[in-house]
């Protein structure tokens, strides 16, 4: 079944190939088409284009088949082109004409953008959630291990004393900004398309303002061709705030799979969390890490794979689109996947103490005694000389002891401060206020 046609038959070849995968991908949109299309019908009969008798049979059916979906008993039967094609099949099936109706005000190119937005919006705050989850743990290790000095690179090479606890709550700081962008990108797909119609608008008298109030979205697309416009835009938007978040876990694997080395020793996992060589009976590698890695470096480039597929576009829709879903659809499982692993490596993550003892971490307190001299009065460039000096001759003396205190150091890791950044972050969605407006939609 296809919306548009009618008594042409379309090469099989050309609908195999222009179909794509766009059936698989659709299934995600399942319970948004539903969404979407109780708010326009609501909106229909408000103005007239739907009886209230059509309306309610309406509502009645598709919330049936939102219970279905949520029970896992829909598929797209063959030979069904899409999820709007699907739905309004059922309904037709099942009611009669009046399911052809359903489709009066509105195109497939506003269905589909609305389905999106609210995809992006559910998929978004589950994702936020999964953050949290892992921003927590990092905050709780980061004060259990604030007392554990580990020892800071810079250009990998030993610079100055850190602290397990810093470390942590470094990457805790990290996805605050994360969330911070995913907001952004929320702001942008929380606005309603319905109405825009192919994206030239409807000679109908539809009202978007209370459809925009039925699906709980922030405000409008006003413009209608801006409307169109959008897709594209606002998978762009999101695929830069997913790679944010991937960029910290990415940088925060390579850390681990540095630090579980041999040659550093700084942290360990249970066995069971490590995989082995064929032939080395002593490996414990590293494979979570490692692919949280791979996968999220993939995830960088998904803002460059949004920007080339739709670079070079007027105004107005494009079938181009449609390999949108292909992309963006599966980096939320990547994401909330390489979240969900994150926690449990760092759940089990165990910390070698007084690793700074060592005499090899020596020179990381360099800074530290040339700032003893400068509290005595030394002008800092010749405690700076002096302390040089006193290393090439293989004279240094220090002392491992440090009293770091400024806001954010080793010894004040202003761990409430950052929470209440995350907190504020997350306030800022008001998540509330579309859950409520989709559970009265389907009462």
Known sequence: MKLWQKNITTSEAVETFTVGNDREMDMNLAPFDVQGSLAHIKMLESIGLLT???????????KKI????ELGDFSLEEGVEDIHSQVELLLTKRLGEVGKKIHSGRSRNDQVLVDLKLFFRSAIEQLVQNIQHVFQLLQQKSEAYKDELLPGYTHLQLAMPSSFGLWLGAYAESLVDDVITLQS???VVNKNPLGSAAG???????NRTYTTELLGFENLNYNVVYAQMSRGKSERIVAQALSNVAATLNKLSMDCCLYMNQNFGFISFPDELTTGSSIMPHKKNPDVFELIRAKCNQLQALPNDVSLLTTNLPSGYHRDFQLLKEYLFPAFATLNSSLNMMHLMISNMKVKKDLLSNEQYKYLFSVEEVNKLVLHGMPFRDA??????EIEAGNFTYSATVNHTHEGSIGNLCTKEIEEAMNSAIDSFHFEKYHAAIQELLV
């Open 52 to 62: 209230t008798e059509d309306w309610t049979v309406l509502s009645a059916e598709l």
């Open 66 to 69: 939102y219970k279905e979906i």
């Open 185 to 187: 990108a929320y702001r």
């Open 200 to 206: 030239y608008g409807s000679s109908f008298p539809l």
């Open 384 to 389: 700076y000389k002096k302390v040089g000096l």
